[in-house]
């Protein structure tokens, strides 16, 4: 993956905003996730995972950060979608013993919805 310091700091900032707080590694590691996913212009965490093994937590935060760059049409989104942050989060969503997991799934799922529809 080409290293873009500008792009990926860039990230860390609106991750800092967006999320609640997390260690500097994993603020890092997770800006750098979705650098890369701006940069191949679609979800392509199977790759990535094939060279930096990162948890289900990692790829579920991936979605909940993509899911804010779409609602605040961020010029890093690339082409990602709606179904994609869904799919993501279905594909990596993990232990959810409380729910939330499941309620943010769903929200993307009505937030496509009324996108869609012309509701919102």
Do not use: W
């Not at 080409?2 to 994993?26: A, F, G, S, W």
């Not at 940069?39 to 937590?57: N, Y």
């Not at 939330?100 to 009324?114: E, H, M, N, P, W």
Request: glycine share 8%.
């Amino acid at each position: 993956m080409i290293n873009n310091p500008v792009l990926q700091d860039r990230m860390e900032e609106l991750i800092e905003q967006h999320l609640p707080p997390l260690r500097k590694t994993c603020r890092r590691n997770l800006a750098r996730l979705t650098a890369g996913l701006y940069r191949a212009g679609h979800v392509h965490l199977t790759q990535e995972e094939t060279r930096h093994p990162v948890s289900t937590d990692f790829h579920f935060a991936a979605a909940v950060v993509g899911y804010g760059m779409l609602l605040h049409n961020s010029e890093h989104k690339g082409s990602l979608t709606y179904p994609e942050v869904r799919h993501l989060a279905e594909q990596r969503r993990g232990d959810d013993p409380g729910g939330t997991r499941a309620g943010f799934i769903s929200l993307v799922k009505q937030t496509d919805q009324a996108l869609a529809t012309g509701v919102a």
